[in-house]
Structure formats: C-alpha cells, structure tokens
C-alpha cells in the first residue's frame, strides 16, 4: 500500500492562504526548531517546529523561512545551513540552498549565515511584520535589530514594519482545519497506532513489565517508520489512575487492568489512542462495570462530535453518561442533575473529554470564540477520551479501588458527521478478550 504524503503544491497552497491572510504589505518570518543537547555531545532526535513543517515541509535544523507577499523574485526564500562535506561525514547530508529550492520548493534560497545581510533588505517598505513574538528572546532581539536597520534609512525614502503581528494569530486558526491530505496522513498514523495497542494486548501477560509492553508499541510504530507523538503510558493496576504515568517500571499483576495511552506521529502528524484492558485476559465483574460506563460515555461524547454542534457538547455529554454511571456503581448518590451541577463527578473524571489533534498531540487552535464555545466544523480533528479513576485515595467502595479506565480515539469531523479515524482498534470488551485469547491460544498451540 503506498504510503500518504503531503505534497510541495499543498505546501505552496498553505504558504499562499496564509498569505492572503497577512495581506500584501507584510512579512513572515518563520523558524526552524534548533537541535537540543541530551547529555554532553549528545542531542535529542531532532524533531522540526510544528509551524515551520507545516509551512514547508523542510525537514533541517536551523532554518528560517520567509515569507514575502508579492515579491517579484518569489514570495518564499528560505534559509538553511549550506553544504558542508566534512560536517555532512559526520551529521548526516544537508540539502544546502539548491536542494532547498529543487526539493523543498522554495523560490530563493540562501545560507542562514546571509540572514543578516538579505533579510533587512527583504523587510523594506513592508508594513507589517508577522513572527512569533514572545517564543524565543534571541530571535525577537534579531528581529527588532533588523527593523531598526530598516528604520536608519528613513531618510532614503525607505519604511520599516510599524506593525508587528503574532504569526500564530492566522496561522493557527488554518492549522486547525485538516484538508484531505492530512486526513490521510493522519488516518495512516491512527492505523499503525491501533495495531500497536493490538499487538500490546496479544502479547501482555501477568509478570511482564511495564517497559516490556512500551517496547511492544515502540517496535510496532517503528516498523513502519513513525515515531511515537508522546512518551507512551503504560499503566498497570493503580498505576493507570495516574493521568500522566510514564514511569513505566512497575510489573504487570495477574487480576488488575492495564491502561496505554501511546500513538506515533507520520509525517509530524500525530495519533492519540488509549486503551484499557485486563492483564489477565478477561475482565471481572467489577471492571466490565467500570469499563462499560466509559465505554458509554464515549459513545455518547462521540454522536456529539457533528458539525454544528460546540466543542463542550461531547464533554457534556460525557459527563452526563458518567455521572449516571457512577450512581449505578454505587459511588455518588443523589439526582443526575445536581451531582452534574455539584460536578461530583470530578474525583473520579477530572479531565477535560477532548482536545485538538493534527501536527501536535494537544494541536492548535482556539476552544472559544469570544465568551463562547467555537462551533464544530468539517475540517477538525479531536480526541474523544472519557475515563474512570479510582485511586486508592478515593472514597469509592473497595472493590473500585485501583481501578483507571480511559477510553480514547480520534475524531476527525466531516460534512456529514464524522470519522474515527483509530475505529481498527479493539474496543468492546468482547473485540477486546477475543484479541487477547486469540494470541493466547496460538502461543499454546506452539508450545
């Protein structure tokens, strides 16, 4: 199957949108992210600015693109880091200008060293200045430096940017909206992630350790050449009622639940699924009961993931379905109504059903317009993630205890309603048993 991409004339069409937005008297100025020291001499796996990728679609270090509404001599000049034989023998090859521009599309091209000496002349009777301010002191020094430059030739007849407008402003609210392309990369990531969490309950067995099932879903995202979008949690027993658990380090129980939170990204796009199953292979009574009241709240929060609905419908309905939920376990007591209004129910769900999702995990974008929640559109993508935590230190009846549930997939809105996109991963605890028994036996079958 041929693998998804996004191609250079997507890329020129993002950079022309979001020049339309800018208007034709301005200028962005957009870096690269810069590789981070891990320890010593060595860096973390380079991972580019999520802005810069989406932007261009350039994959290196220490770059600055440029963007020049209605330039002559090309609207996109990037600048990179120049080829460089005996650093490229050491780090890897560099794409250098010409590659830029015969690879990455860019009009122009130049070395980051000539930054100093071009970009002042490029911001020149240019009004508005649009980069991300506020991100990086080093950068907004450059920037003011540079317009200062700019600003000594007044008396040449020559003006400066005398605005100065945050990037993210147009730049975000596009991002937001996927177009086909995305959701195919984003599709691909969701697959490859579901068959990680798949393979994750086929091999998991009582006296495993956390790490050896991270390693499981490392192996899987691997294979296929993506890399996880987050540090995948792996929680076994009371550990899954920690939200953001990465230890990872504890032995897996026989009679205790498992929790994964773990996706990859592909092509800097990421995938966000949790699962919640038995360690053991088959849930108890207690756990199904659990299980399938954040199963039902996810379903509910789902069916309210429609355009024309607002972004606090699926969470609303959530929060009503575990609410009901937790009356039925024996947890709260009282009406409906006045638990949702006393938010009872955030002892034991105390997060947020959702967030956006595409080029980051927690993606951009804004939740509210003004004083109220945005409307759902085509063109979205969210997680829909209800959970159940009963940690130790609950008031819930004991057989509760030590017992974390979340169920998460990932949403994308179309213009008759919508897609789960990470809909191939086991999810009912009849897909879910039959998956773990399915290997169960086979391993059997070869001893």
């Not at 005996?86 to 015969?102: D, F, L, Q």
């Not at 959970?387 to 979340?406: D, E, H, N, S």
């Not at 086991?426 to 001893?447: F, H, L, N, Q, Y």
């Given at each position: ?45 380079f ?42 023998t ?12 015969a ?12 930054i ?55 730049l ?28 994750a ?7 495993m ?39 990872n380090r ?11 939170d ?23 009574a207690?756990q ?84 109220t ?67 169960v ?7």
């Amino acid at each position: 199957m041929k693998t998804p991409t996004i191609t250079l004339k997507e890329f020129a069409r993002r950079r022309q949108r979001l020049m339309q937005a800018m208007g034709k008297n301005s200028i962005a100025v957009i870096p690269a992210a810069s590789e981070r020291l891990r320890n010593r001499d060595v860096e973390y796996a380079f991972r580019q600015d999520s802005d810069f990728l989406y932007l261009t679609g350039f994959p290196e270090p220490d770059a600055v693109a440029v963007l020049v509404p209605g330039r002559d001599a090309g609207e996109y000049v990037l600048f990179c880091r120049d080829r460089d034989p005996v650093m490229e023998t050491w780090s890897g090859r560099r794409a250098g200008p010409e590659g830029a521009i015969a690879a990455y599309g860019a009009d122009c091209a130049f070395p980051i060293g000539d930054i100093g000496e071009i970009l002042p002349g490029l911001m020149e009777n240019r009004t508005t200045l649009c980069a991300p301010f506020g991100h990086s002191e080093a950068l907004d020094r450059r920037l003011f430096g540079w317009v200062n430059q700019v600003r000594s030739k007044v008396r040449s007849g020559v003006r400066a940017p005398c605005e100065f407008f945050a990037l993210e402003h147009h730049l975000h609210e596009q991002r937001l909206f996927k177009q086909a392309g995305e959701f195919r990369m984003m599709r691909h990531a969701a697959t490859i992630s579901a068959n990680a969490h798949r393979r994750a309950m086929q091999v998991c067995r009582p006296g495993m350790i956390e790490y050896e099932i991270e390693a499981e879903l490392l192996h899987e995202f691997r294979r296929h050449g993506t890399e996880p979008a987050y540090h995948s949690i792996v929680g076994g027993g009371e550990n899954g009622c920690i939200l953001h658990y990465i230890e990872n380090r504890s032995p897996l129980r026989d009679g205790d639940l498992l929790l994964i939170d773990a996706g990859c990204e592909y092509g800097g796009y990421a995938s966000d699924i949790t699962r919640t199953f038995p360690v053991s292979g088959r849930f108890s009574a207690e756990q199904r009961e659990v299980y399938e009241v954040v199963l039902e709240a996810q379903a509910a929060a789902i069916a309210k993931a429609v355009p024309g609905n607002h972004w606090n419908d699926p969470h609303d309905a959530a929060v009503a379905t575990i609410t009901r939920g937790l009356r039925a376990l024996g947890v709260l007591k009282g009406r409906p109504s006045d638990l949702i209004r006393k938010e009872a129910f955030k002892p034991y769900y105390m997060h947020r059903t959702g967030h956006w999702l595409g080029l980051d995990v927690h993606d951009v974008g804004d939740y509210r317009i003004g004083d109220t929640w945005r409307l759902l559109e085509p063109g979205m993508v969210m997680t829909v993630e209800p959970g159940l935590y009963f940690g130790p230190q609950t008031k819930a009846p004991k057989a509760l205890r030590g017992i974390g549930v979340r169920i998460e997939d990932d949403v994308a809105l179309t213009r008759s309603g919508h897609e789960v996109l990470s809909g191939e991963c086991p999810k009912t605890v009849a897909e879910i048993e039959s998956c773990m028994a399915a290997e169960v036996t086979s391993r059997s079958g070869a001893a």
